[in-house]
């Protein structure tokens, strides 16, 4: 199938098809590599955050709604990633979802961080470091997605 005959909705699929199949490994290669990044990063932030909410001491003084909201998006973040190994156009969407939830999270914590909360260094740091994650794979994404010229 032609991409210059795909006129109807049902050449779609053999259209998708041919573009998956001739893509360049590397931009295979690169997806499933960003997706393996948000799916090992979300269990991680799992693991760690449930270790926590479970009564494990991790040493400072813990935020309760940023280690909830924490744990949560690593739920969020293996689904985005197993989105954005199927497909690169949602699963770029997902990740600048959670760039931008992420981001506007950093900031509040850093408000409440700089007048003397109730919130640890170590919780700012941690927080930029997720955010610093997910724009290195919200980016790399957006990258793919223009290398790549069609998906469905």
Do not use: H
């Amino acid at each position: 199938m032609f991409p210059a005959f795909a006129r109807n909705s049902s050449d779609k699929p053999a259209l998708e098809w041919e573009v998956k199949l001739n893509r360049p490994a590397y931009l295979n290669i690169s997806q499933k590599t960003l997706s393996l990044l948000a799916i090992v990063f979300g269990a991680i932030t799992i693991f760690a955050g449930s270790r926590v909410l479970t009564g494990a001491n991790p040493g400072y003084v813990v935020f309760m709604p940023l280690l909830v909201y924490n744990t949560v998006m690593g739920f969020v973040y293996v689904g985005v990633g197993a989105i954005s190994w199927r497909n690169l156009n949602l699963g770029r969407n997902g990740a600048f979802a959670i760039l931008l939830l992420n981001l506007i999270v950093l900031g509040a914590i850093g408000v409440v961080y700089a007048s003397g909360g109730e919130v640890a260094i170590d919780s700012l740091r941690a927080m930029i470091l997720r955010t610093g994650v997910w724009l290195v794979i919200f980016c790399g994404l957006w990258w793919l997605r223009r290398k790549i010229p069609c998906q469905f």
